[in-house]
């Protein structure tokens, strides 16, 4: 399956009706963006730190002085703001590792070279859905010089959302954006991409395979990990696909169509296949289990209770020209069905072979909503046979390491920047008490739970109430 559901600006053909999009204002847009205090401090907190093997720090005084943590036990230093957190289960902030985020495009024809974007997005209402669900950090796996945009004004503090890496994509063939269709063609991408500031490249499905293995090399040279789907051009021979940096399969997906009939010796064959490349896996579950009930019926995604949070144009796109709803069949579902059961086993299959199994949903494409998807991923991820410690882990320390910023963040330890979920329930007793979440701290900022609801509600309000100004052509 080739994912071609990526949501790049460049490419949309919507008709906008109207070509100045209002911007609005968050609701206690001065609460919200107001300097934090110098310290806060969580009390009475039990903490799952998901340092490795570490059990959880029972009432605990968590002490966040400038954005970092400076104290898990101990005196309340005088001046601190004080959060009561009794009862309460904090956690590292959560890592998305498979994201998609558009950004302002040229829809309409360009009508002169310094003509600016005639869709503009409103950044905060693209994070908010992440913040609100407690990701701190995503992963986009197609960013563009848009994604860098964003990016820095989160990181400036313009804009509260999570902290972004982003991975350069290189495709193949007659595939979109950057191609290229030979070694030296993709020695050079890697160079350019480095050069404009990516941090990670994404390998696309139809590069061939000398020019793949060029790119990974490259990469490996500049010090850039690799992410991504693996070249349709080894099907005849997927462990060649498996050579030195090739850092993570981008979903599980890539492995099921190397299997003609879901057999357990392919999930172990693939297991090992991951382990012997070091190579570590974002399943992306989720997004999946959303193909499958798409190809059926869009009656699950028209009732979903997050779609209000996305933008009135993907809610149509979603909606009205949905691929797998239109293009598929009962045949297909069935399919999709035995991929789905097999995706699960080869999560089993990767986390008894040592591969390491990072949480990712593929979030943008259809029915995936930014936030509210990777508690559906977690859930997945248990449900495949991950104990509710490895898909915390999946969605805090092992991506931290993966980026290389475990020094930073992915879990909570003297000296780590303040990115923290408290929760009402306990996340190791089920996993699905995630989603109760009673705060987010983001660079020791604290945002209770009242102040993500509005910031929600605002963003829901909007989306409605602009319904009518965006229309997507249902078939090009
Ligand atoms: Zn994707």
């Not at 190397?258 to 010796?265: R, V």
């Not at 796109?317 to 579902?333: C, G, I, M």
């Not at 029915?367 to 104990?387: I, N, Q, R, Y």
Request: proline share 6%; net charge negative; with cysteine.
């Amino acid at each position: 399956m080739n994912s071609t559901h990526l949501l790049r600006p460049a490419l949309l053909w919507l008709a906008l009706q109207t070509s100045v999009v209002a911007q609005h204002p968050l609701p206690d847009r001065d609460k919200v963006h107001a300097d934090p205090p110098a310290i806060t401090v969580i009390e009475h907190v039990n903490v799952v730190t998901m340092v490795d093997g570490g059990a959880p720090l029972m009432d605990a005084t968590v002490v966040i002085a400038n954005g970092r943590i400076t104290a898990l036990q101990g005196p309340i230093p005088d001046g601190a703001v004080r959060v009561d957190g009794s009862g309460k289960w904090m956690i590292p902030g959560f890592t998305d590792m498979h994201v998609h985020i558009p950004s302002d495009g040229f829809m309409g024809p360009k009508k002169h070279p310094t003509q600016g974007p005639d869709l503009h997005l409103n950044v905060q209402d693209l994070m908010t859905p992440y913040l609100a669900n407690g990701v701190t950090q995503v992963f986009n796996l197609d960013a563009t010089a848009g994604s860098m945009a964003q990016r820095n004004l989160i990181e400036r503090g313009d804009v509260l959302g999570p902290h972004m890496a982003l991975a350069a994509l290189i495709d193949g063939g007659e595939g979109q954006g950057r191609r290229v269709n030979s070694p030296a063609e993709g020695r050079q991408c890697v160079r350019d991409a480095q050069a404009e500031g990516y941090e990670f490249i994404k390998v696309y499905s139809e590069l061939d395979t000398a020019t793949y293995r060029a790119i990974l090399e490259e990469a490996a040279l500049r010090r850039m990990k690799t992410v991504g789907h693996i070249p349709d051009a080894f099907q005849k021979d997927l462990a060649a696909a498996f050579q030195p940096n090739f850092g993570m399969v981008a979903h599980a997906e890539e492995f099921s169509k190397h299997s003609a009939d879901f057999t357990e010796a392919d999930a172990l064959r693939f297991a090992q296949l991951a382990r012997q490349g070091g190579t570590w896996v974002t399943p992306t579950l989720t997004t999946i289990r959303w193909m499958r009930q798409r190809i059926r019926s869009l009656d699950e995604l028209r009732a979903l209770p997050s779609l209000k949070y996305m933008h009135p144009l993907i809610q149509q796109k979603w909606l009205k020209a949905n691929h797998y709803n239109r293009d598929f069949n009962a045949e297909d579902a069935d399919h999709f069905d035995r991929m789905v059961l097999f995706q699960a086993r080869l999560v089993k299959a990767f986390q008894e072979a040592g591969v390491p199994i990072v949480a990712g949903t593929d979030a943008g494409t259809s029915g995936v909503v930014p936030g509210f998807s990777l508690h559906d991923e977690l859930e997945l991820l248990v449900a495949a046979g991950l104990t509710p410690r490895e898909a915390l882990a999946a969605a805090t320390r092992l991506p931290a390491v993966w980026l290389g910023v475990d020094q930073e963040r992915g879990t909570i330890a003297v000296g780590k920047a303040a990115d923290l979920v408290l929760l009402d329930a306990d996340p190791l007793a089920d996993i699905a008490n995630t989603r109760r979440i009673h705060g987010v701290m983001l660079n020791g900022r604290w945002l209770d739970r009242a102040t993500l609801d509005a910031m929600l509600l605002d963003l829901a309000a909007w989306n409605t109430a602009n319904r009518d100004r965006f229309s997507w052509p249902p078939k090009r």
